[in-house]
Structure formats: C-alpha cells, structure tokens
C-alpha cells in the first residue's frame, strides 16, 4: 500500500501500514496522478535537466497538488498518513491496486 506522508509529502510503500485516513475527492482534469508524484520525487533527490524542470514546474501548477497538499497541511495535525484515491497514491496501471482502492471505500 501506498500512503502520503502529510508532513513531508512524500509518498512511502508499507507491507503494514500504520494508521491513515483517506482522502475521496472529485476528479478532474489536472490530478497528480502516481506517475507524476514519482517523476517529483525522483527529481528532488538529484539535479535535474530544463526539460525535467519545465515538466516539474508544470506539474506543481496543476490544481489537483494544490489540493493534495490543502488536504495534508489540514489534516497532518490528526494523523500523519494519508491514502489519496483515484490519485497520486494508485497506479492505475496495476488492477490489484485499483480494486483495493475500491475494497477500501
């Protein structure tokens, strides 16, 4: 399972997961999806090319992080983990993934 760390913003994989909320929220067209929310995380840990930047840059306008990180800067007094669905913490490329997020509503 994939969760949000609200404090950090990062996501992290557990076998285990510790206690978590989860965040349902109406889709639109400028979600952060796993995808993008990896390609942040991979570029924050070293330099990056312009073009790698430009796609960063883009993705951090989009409303759907806004939203993301809204959520967490409210919710990171109460609980430190976050499950966002049909967004950044599912790979939709993978059916197990998709059908426990469905399992979890």
């Not at 400028?30 to 924050?44: F, G």
């Not at 967490?72 to 669905?85: D, E, G």
Request: hydrophobic content about 30%.
């Amino acid at each position: 399972m994939r969760l949000l760390d609200t404090h950090t913003l990062e996501l992290h994989e557990f076998t285990q997961p510790p206690a978590y909320a989860i965040l349902s929220h109406r889709w639109s067209n400028e979600e952060v999806t796993y995808e993008d929310y990896s390609l942040m995380q991979r570029a924050a840990r070293r330099s990056t090319s312009k073009d790698l930047d430009e796609q960063i840059s883009e993705i951090r306008s989009r409303p759907g992080l806004k939203k993301i990180e809204e959520c967490c800067r409210y919710s990171q007094h109460a609980i430190s983990w976050l499950k966002v669905l049909t967004a950044c913490c599912i790979d939709k490329r993978s059916s197990a993934e998709v059908s426990e997020a469905s399992d979890d509503n």
